[in-house]
């Protein structure tokens, strides 16, 4: 499956960002969704996860509660929602797929498929 992630851009502290990752090759729908950013001179990390079928989700703490991931199987679609952006936050996000059926501590080298980065760039 190829992946593509959208939606990067530059924004003020405290704004909003909506990424988009589509799909195509196959269908998303039979992979866990992960999102993980990278910032400039730091190690990716985990952002968050979505199951196959969307009932269930996880982030890491230093989002919970402002980021909301969610997917569209139809569409063959998924999205991380971020909400009230802070400079931390500004990092090349990407969106990954893997085969592995649970979310929860499933480390980036389990992912299957990585599309694209988008930049989000946050200044205060």
């Known amino acids: 499956v190829q992946l593509q992630a959208s939606g990067g851009g530059s924004v003020r502290a405290g704004r909003s960002l909506r990424l988009s990752c589509s799909a195509s090759g196959r269908t998303l729908s039979e992979y866990t969704v992960n999102w993980f950013r990278q910032a400039a001179g730091k190690e990716r990390e985990f952002v968050a996860a979505?199951?196959?079928?969307?009932?269930?989700?996880h982030y890491a703490d230093s989002v919970k509660g402002r980021f909301i991931i969610f997917r569209d199987n139809d569409e063959n679609l998924a999205y991380l929602r971020m909400l009230n952006l802070g400079p931390e936050d500004s990092a090349v996000y990407y969106c990954a797929a893997s085969t592995v059926p649970y979310i929860a501590n499933v480390d980036s080298e389990r992912m299957d498929y990585w599309g694209r980065g988008t930049l989000v760039t946050v200044s205060s």
């Open positions: 979505i199951s196959r079928s969307g009932k269930s989700t």
